[in-house]
């Protein structure tokens, strides 16, 4: 699977990705997903790919890590302060998209575009 990032708000720090292959642990568990890893924002922005993922439902986290410190910095209301992104690129109104909204049919090699979002 190949995955594009766009909607970057800076090169700054990494990008932090899980992938989930049901709804326990889902959104930010990285021990219960199958899947995690670091990319740079320019990796992230060029394309890069995801190998030897089961086909089946899956959903893929992002976190745009702006100050490398390996967690999701949130403003004193509670709203993420770095950005976040989320396969399906689902709205976001209050909280975490479920992972029924998120997931998505991994049937061969899918390009998906993942669109950051800035709160």
Do not use: C, W
């Amino acid at each position: 699977m190949n995955i594009k990032i766009k909607d970057l708000r800076s090169d700054k720090g990494t990008i932090e990705y899980l992938v989930f292959d049901n709804k326990e642990g889902y959104p930010d568990q990285p021990k219960k997903s199958i899947r995690q890893g670091s990319i740079t924002p320019n990796e992230a922005k060029a394309g890069f790919k995801l190998e030897d993922l089961p086909s089946g439902n899956l959903a893929l986290t992002f976190i745009h890590d702006e100050n490398s410190n390996k967690k999701l910095d949130k403003k004193g209301i509670g709203l993420p302060d770095e950005g976040v992104g989320f396969s399906n690129n689902p709205r976001i109104f209050f909280g975490v998209p479920s992972f029924g909204r998120v997931k998505f049919k991994l049937s061969g090699a899918e390009e998906i575009i993942i669109r950051m979002k800035y709160f």
